[in-house]
């Protein structure tokens, strides 16, 4: 091989090194461009993740401090200052009804409870097509009281419009989670009651029955008893 030739093969070598080189760096580059940008998303991610919850433990307090304001006015029977609110203020503080904050605070657990109190005012008033709307929204809660209470409410409202049969399945629904709470027997003998209005005999005595047979006394038994010889069975 000559000189030239061998110079030739070497810078041809050379460039191939080069090149090899050069996309072993641009893929490094890439690797590195990706590293990155999966470092960015997740940096994105977590602070999205603490901004919601910072938001969402403003908001809660915020739902709250306003539910605390107009609590009084519910506790002492004024529910239609409950519901609408004060005009004005109370020593500087605006004093916001429970229908404003159930609706500006839906997702707050302290808006859904304004949201039941709401259903309850609106029930006692006999406005109950009205409260059936502020239950159902409390019926989302993640609070165990608050949300039997709302299916309650859900079966008062439809036990008012005659609807028996879907009013027990609501009672049936607020047993369930009483169970858990110590407050079962008293929701199931509403549940049975209005099984029985509805004609439907068989749920109705199973229901009673197993009022009767609850391992601790019960002030539901009584009226479970007598459902059952009403509807013309025999006590076990």
């Not at 991610?45 to 307090?61: A, P």
């Not at 809660?141 to 008062?156: F, R």
């Not at 005595?205 to 013309?232: C, M, V």
Request: glycine letters at 8%.
């Amino acid at each position: 091989m000559s000189d030239k030739e061998e110079i030739l093969e070497n810078n041809e070598e050379i460039e191939n090194t080069v090149e090899v080189l050069s996309d072993a760096e641009a893929q490094r580059k890439r690797i590195v461009q990706f590293a990155l940008a999966g470092v960015a998303l997740v940096a994105v991610l977590i602070g999205g993740f603490l901004f919601y919850r910072y938001t969402k433990q403003n908001t809660e307090k915020e739902a709250a401090l306003k539910l605390s304001r107009i609590r009084s006015f519910y506790d002492a029977g004024q529910f239609e200052v409950a519901l609408g609110g004060v005009s004005g203020t109370i020593r500087g503080e605006s004093v916001v009804g429970l229908t404003a904050i159930s609706s500006q605070y839906s997702s707050a657990e302290s808006g859904r409870l304004a949201a039941l109190y709401a259903g309850n005012a609106l029930s006692t008033l006999g406005r109950y097509s009205e409260a059936e709307r502020y239950f159902d929204q409390a019926s989302a809660a993640s609070s165990d009281i608050t949300k039997m209470g709302a299916l309650a409410g859900l079966g008062s409202c439809r036990s008012n419009g005659n609807q028996n049969a879907e009013a027990a399945k609501y009672y049936e629904q607020a047993a369930a989670i009483g169970a858990k709470l110590g407050d079962e027997d008293r929701y199931k003998l509403f549940a049975a009651m209005h099984y029985e209005k509805a004609g439907q005999k068989e749920k109705a005595l199973s229901l009673y029955r197993a009022i009767t047979a609850s391992p601790e006394f019960s002030e539901a038994i009584t009226e479970a008893k007598a459902g059952i010889i009403r509807l013309g069975a025999t006590l076990e």
